[in-house]
């Protein structure tokens, strides 16, 4: 394998760092990728956080705009990442593992949307930076209907980290954004009030700190219940919770 001119052929041990790395190479490819998952909350490290909203992470996810999936594939070879050939020639459509067998660790990549309880489409939405938008971090981490304490935390901490506004203020978490889409799906709107209800009751934080996220949680709830509802969520809400409107996958980002 030959690394890109100013890339290392060998992943980095630190996750942050490589996490830096791998979209940097990614970006001179040309390939449009993002970080996902508690690394892209790390990455996010506007202030100084508790003890309480630490965690250690186990590897790097990214999703990759759809059609950019081979020159993705071909640029983590490159630097240093063996790709899972089986699973990414069943299931490559959507999502693709790779390798990085020097610190026995691996790389998801979900192509053009994240599917795990609800389905987030992507299409447009990687934009400037490492990660995805705040508002897209937050959506994939409160879809999860089975939250567990790890997913609290990175909730936690990108509300800790980011005012609340629309998107267009800069580096916040955009309202509009989460307001868009939970008022066009019944199914987002539900699993979303449930996971804000849920970690609304567990913010423990020392100091002013959890008056701010307490106050960002109430501020979020209220953007997706003001939110104008769609026809479509409109005629989903009169089965209401009768029926299922979430999948439950096997695993999650992490």
């Not at 950019?68 to 490559?92: C, I, M, Q, S, W």
């Not at 979900?110 to 992507?122: D, H, I, K, P």
């Not at 936690?156 to 799906?185: K, Y």
């Not at 996971?195 to 423990?204: C, D, F, N, Y």
């Amino acid at each position: 394998m030959n690394a890109p001119d100013g890339f290392r052929a060998t992943p980095l041990a630190d996750l942050r760092a490589e996490a830096r790395r791998v979209i940097a190479a990614a970006d001179a490819s040309g390939a449009r990728a993002r970080v996902v998952g508690g690394v892209a909350v790390a990455l996010h490290d506007h202030i100084s956080l508790p003890d309480s909203l630490v965690r250690s992470y186990a590897d790097i996810d990214l999703v990759v705009e759809a059609g950019h999936e081979p020159t993705l594939a071909r640029t983590l070879a490159d630097v240093g990442y063996e790709a899972d050939r089986k699973f990414n020639a069943l299931h490559g459509y959507r999502r693709m593992l790779f390798w990085d067998r020097p610190n026995d660790r691996q790389l998801d990549v979900f192509v053009g949307r994240f599917a795990m309880c609800q389905t987030l489409e992507l299409k447009g939405r990687l934009l400037a930076g490492m990660t995805l938008t705040p508002a897209d971090l937050l959506l994939t981490k409160l879809q999860i209907v089975e939250l567990n304490p790890k997913d609290v935390v990175d909730v936690l901490a990108l509300v800790a980290t980011h005012e609340i506004a629309d998107e267009a203020s800069g580096d916040v978490i955009g309202r509009d954004r989460i307001a868009n889409i939970t008022g066009a799906d019944w199914g987002w709107h539900t699993t979303l009030s449930d996971s804000l209800a849920r970690i609304g009751e567990r913010v423990s934080l020392a100091g002013p700190l959890e008056a701010i996220c307490a106050t960002r949680l109430e501020a979020l709830a209220g953007a997706i219940d003001d939110a104008p509802k769609s026809l479509r969520w409109r005629a989903r809400a009169r089965l209401g919770r009768r029926m299922p409107w979430y999948e439950l996958p096997e695993e999650h980002v992490r």
